[in-house]
């Protein structure tokens, strides 16, 4: 039986970071990351691997968590 690949952690936090490291202004919803940033990533991770990861790149304060109004989150590169 063969299990169905899916993206590691360190790959996601990696992109993540070297995205953010190419274009420091960026900034994009979970969706967004997924689609946009995480593109190299095969297989792409699942959402919540991508949400954990970035959970804990805002803890460790690489990350910026913004609220907008409608009460979706942006996430950014922390200056």
């Not at 936090?13 to 274009?23: C, E, K």
């Not at 919803?29 to 792409?44: E, F």
């Not at 991770?45 to 954990?52: H, K, N, R, S």
């Amino acid at each position: 039986m063969v299990g169905k690949a899916i993206a590691k952690p360190a790959s996601v936090r990696d992109g993540i970071l070297d995205y953010l490291a190419r274009h420091p202004e960026a900034s994009d919803t979970l969706d967004g990351i997924a689609g946009w940033w995480l593109t190299a990533i095969d297989p792409p991770p699942t959402e919540e691997v991508l949400q954990a990861t970035l959970d804990e790149l805002t803890a460790e304060g690489k990350v910026a968590r913004i609220k907008m109004v409608d009460g979706s989150f942006l996430y950014a590169r922390k200056h």
